[in-house]
């Protein structure tokens, strides 16, 4: 059973950092790119930013790029998600994804999210 589980999410004042994990487990680790991806209240999920299966591309949205950096520890199963000078429109739920390698149907496995608040 294929589980993603994120963490390090919660409050943060605006400016602040935090680095959100994702956990893998259940799965070839580096036989996937991953993904995170969030959702603000009442808005549709939107494309963080994406690393490739062995760590050496990373992708961002332009809201993010320059402030989050995304990596991973094959070894560890897990990809991180480092946020800094955050700002309130950040906020929202947080979720890693994995998409298999040569595969063209969008993400297979989505974690269940983590929250992050940015206050102003």
């Known amino acids: 059973q294929v589980q993603l589980v994120e963490s390090g999410g919660g409050l943060v004042q605006a400016g602040g950092s935090l680095r959100l994990s994702c956990a893998a487990s259940g799965l070839t680790f580096r036989s996937y790119h991953m993904g995170w991806f969030r959702q603000a209240p009442g808005k549709e999920r939107e494309f963080v930013g994406r690393i490739s299966w062995s760590g050496g591309s990373t992708s961002y949205a332009d809201s993010v790029a320059g402030r989050f950096t995304i990596s991973r520890d094959n070894a560890k199963n897990t990809v991180y998600l480092q946020m800094n000078s955050l700002k309130p429109e950040d906020t929202g739920v947080y979720y890693c994804?994995?998409?298999?390698?040569?595969?063209?149907?969008?993400?297979?496995?989505w974690g269940q999210g983590t929250q992050v608040i940015v206050s102003s």
């Open positions: 994804a994995a998409d298999r390698l040569g595969s063209t149907d969008g993400y297979d496995y």
